[in-house]
């Protein structure tokens, strides 16, 4: 067959036989190039002379020709059959197994070189010899025709074998090139899916994917592989700070655990802190923002009380032995670790006082008194433990009895009717610290089911001969709640929360006119600061600020504010740490610092705008207004209360048979006006207070809806 011709028949693929046109032969390679038409298109392959002898018979048929070869044919017909013959002959190329050529066509006896006697055979249907053909020639061609005969069919019967022996292993015969590239690909994705699959399964063994935010762990976890943490121990050198700023992170609690909640804060030194803030941009792509915050110490989940103790509250007991005044409080979100830190780890419900900081001031305390050096101030030691609620104070000793806070001649405050309880060995103070935590007032928040609701103090008193000596001030500070939690619920919460918050911006403002030595000291703005007024003047006070932190992913904002209210307190710059801390910091990069410095800046705008704003000033005053007619209306009753013995006077006096009527009259008439003037002025005091507390509720409504519409 010619190049070109659409006779033959070509494996195409799975099985599948095409009517083929051969466009192109390879005799080095054994193959043909063929082309066809399928659905309107054009394909070719490349196949073997093998695959197209197997899928098309009829050209072996073709190759081994009639049993005989025809005589030689005068010239005139010799053209006729020849032409016939390369129609033939021509169906394929000759097989290297089989012919000797690579020609198309097939010569008879190539080796005689008889080019003038030489003859090609042609297998065509037997025909009449020539009438008239020479003895000679017939002879000569007779001879050649059975040479060319046998040569011929040994050639074909090779090429049989080869044919045989190809179809018995069809299954390592020569694949074309495309079908390789195939296989190759399929290896190729084979490959990917295992080794994808490993990387799931391994992803899946180090993180847990079914956590709600789980991308967000991984990129910390990443993140944290790269730092050199060295925490905070025992043998470090404990400095000394007129104000120091400490933090600490607590453990994951049992229901962060449950939600499967991520760890966002990382302690790489015993004084920086990182926060690694999840964000979100507006494609949707995840990262994460650090922020970095500077302490005087930083202590991490696996840190006790002991090591918090003697790094925060131990030097500033030696303080009180000489004549000073030292405070220390624990400020954070509620359910923090507050009162875990302060008074002690808690077994279910009960609580182990004895390895909280109360306790461990409380036994050094005793033991500084029994050195020599101290045993000559012949010093007592005397108790007190009051909490401050609402802007009232209780004695927690004393049966909750309500406590009246008033400055005395020399400017000096005083709690009246607070209980003083002289105690000689640490034990007693367990014992008041049991009793007083019992009395404590608590309640539920957004962020915590049982919170404490009341700011609880602490005061070990030294008195050398009646006169007050030394004074140490261990404060658990009310949970902080944030406007957006407090101002949307009842009433007597909205009260709560605006009277932590304005007591503990007070408490921050104190300790910052101490730090940078001011002149004036507003200790007047709230209840805990008038009590705690001597801590904050005077050259020997000495104050420790315990900010404690929840590492929770849904208190990243608790914590956040937390942090950004511990480091107003001193302001120290993370920029600005020790060498170690400044190789820390080197691995932030100065758009995440800039960034977050302008985040800080835009919270202070946001801030300074809402303390500003109208309805925040209407809802401040409202609730100045209503705690100032409420200790108003009070005073009020109570002397109305004290002024009911001159009525029970008056009685008794008509109870003698010779009483005076003209002076009975005089006195009734007396106390008639005096009463009218209280029931006035409390009538008056009510309505103010009404009007006070409708004005409370309007703004505290606007506040809501302002916030509403920010986020």
């Not at 302490?295 to 030696?318: G, H, I, K």
């Not at 070990?460 to 949307?488: C, M, P, W, Y």
Request: proline share 4%; hydrophobic share 35%; charged share 30%.
């Amino acid at each position: 067959m010619k190049d070109g011709d659409p006779s033959l028949k070509a494996p195409v693929i799975w099985g599948l036989v095409h009517a083929a046109t051969i466009t192109a032969t390879d005799p080095d390679r054994l193959s043909v190039h063929v082309e066809w038409k399928e659905g309107g298109s054009i394909k070719a392959k490349e196949i073997s002379f093998t695959d197209v002898i197997t899928v098309n018979p009829n050209l072996l048929e073709a190759v081994q020709g009639p049993p005989t070869a025809k005589e030689n044919m005068p010239p005139q017909r010799n053209m006729a059959s020849k032409s016939q013959r390369r129609s033939t002959i021509s169906r394929i190329p000759a097989f290297k197994e089989a012919l000797r050529g690579h020609s198309t066509r097939m010569t008879a006896i190539p080796e005689t070189r008889l080019a003038d006697q030489a003859m090609e055979v042609t297998p065509q249907p037997p025909m009449q010899p020539n009438p008239a053909p020479s003895a000679g020639i017939r002879t000569r061609s007779t001879k050649l025709s059975s040479i060319s005969e046998h040569r011929l069919l040994s050639r074909v019967a090779d090429t049989t074998d080869s044919t045989s022996d190809v179809k018995s292993s069809q299954a390592s015969r020569r694949k074309s090139n495309i079908v390789k590239e195939m296989e190759k690909m399929k290896s190729k994705r084979e490959e990917k899916r295992a080794q994808n699959t490993e990387l799931r399964t391994k992803r899946d063994q180090d993180n847990d994917t079914s956590a709600p935010n789980w991308e967000f762990g991984k990129m910390i976890k990443e993140y944290r592989a790269t730092l050199d943490c060295h925490g905070i121990s025992m043998n470090d050198q404990a400095d000394e700070h007129r104000i120091c700023v400490c933090v600490r992170k607590r453990p994951l609690n049992k229901q962060e655990l449950a939600k499967k909640e991520i760890d966002i804060i990382s302690i790489p030194s015993k004084s920086v802190v990182l926060v690694h803030e999840p964000k979100q941009k507006v494609d949707l792509t995840k990262y994460l923002e650090h922020q970095a915050f500077r302490f005087d110490y930083s202590f991490d989940e696996n840190t006790s009380n002991d090591v918090v103790y003697r790094f925060t509250a131990r030097p500033l007991v030696q303080s009180i032995f000489e004549g000073g005044k030292a405070t220390c409080f624990a400020y954070g979100q509620t359910g923090s670790g507050k009162t875990h830190t302060m008074g002690g780890d808690f077994l279910g419900k009960n609580q182990n006082v004895s390895s909280g900081i109360y306790a461990f001031a409380s036994r050094d305390v005793f033991l500084l008194l029994s050195q020599p050096r101290y045993q000559d101030l012949d010093l007592e030691v005397f108790v007190t433990f009051f909490e401050i609620y609402n802007g009232k104070v209780f004695d927690l000793l004393n049966k909750k009895a309500k406590l009246r806070v008033l400055e005395d001649a020399k400017q000096q405050v005083q709690v009246v009717g607070l209980v003083e309880k002289e105690v000689t060995c640490a034990e007693d103070v367990f014992k008041m610290i049991e009793v007083g935590s019992s009395c404590r007032t608590s309640g539920q928040t957004f962020a915590n089911s049982c919170s404490s609701r009341s700011h609880a103090c602490l005061q070990i008193i030294l008195r050398r001969r009646g006169r007050l000596h030394g004074k140490f001030s261990l404060v658990d500070l009310a949970g902080n709640e944030r406007g957006a939690d407090t101002a949307s619920a009842d009433r007597i919460t909205r009260m709560e929360g605006a009277e932590i918050n304005r007591s503990l911006l007070a408490l921050k403002e104190c300790i910052r006119a101490l730090g940078q030595n001011k002149a004036h000291t507003p200790f007047r703005e709230s209840k805990l600061t008038q009590i705690l007024r001597d801590s904050f003047i005077g050259e020997n006070s000495r104050t420790c600020m315990i900010a404690m932190l929840s590492p929770g992913y849904n208190s990243c904002e608790y914590t956040l504010n937390t942090l950004r209210y511990a480091d107003r307190v001193k302001e120290l710059s993370p920029h600005n740490a020790e060498s170690d801390d400044n190789q820390q910091m080197e691995t932030e990069n100065g758009e995440e610092s800039g960034s977050s410095l302008e985040d800080l800046e835009l919270d202070n705008v946001l801030l300074k705008d809402e303390e500003l704003s109208s309805h925040m000033n209407s809802f401040q005053d409202a609730m100045s207004r209503i705690g100032e007619l409420e200790e108003k209306m009070v005073e009020e009753l109570r002397d109305m209360v004290q002024k009911g013995p001159a009525w029970t006077r008056l009685l008794e006096m008509t109870d003698q048979p010779d009483y005076d009527l003209e002076s009975f009259m005089t006195q009734a008439e007396h106390h008639c006006q005096e009463s009218s003037r209280t029931f006035i002025a409390i009538t008056e005091i009510l309505a103010s207070l009404r009007s006070a507390m409708q004005t409370e509720e309007q703004a505290s409504q606007q506040i809501c809806k302002k916030r509403r519409a920010n986020k």
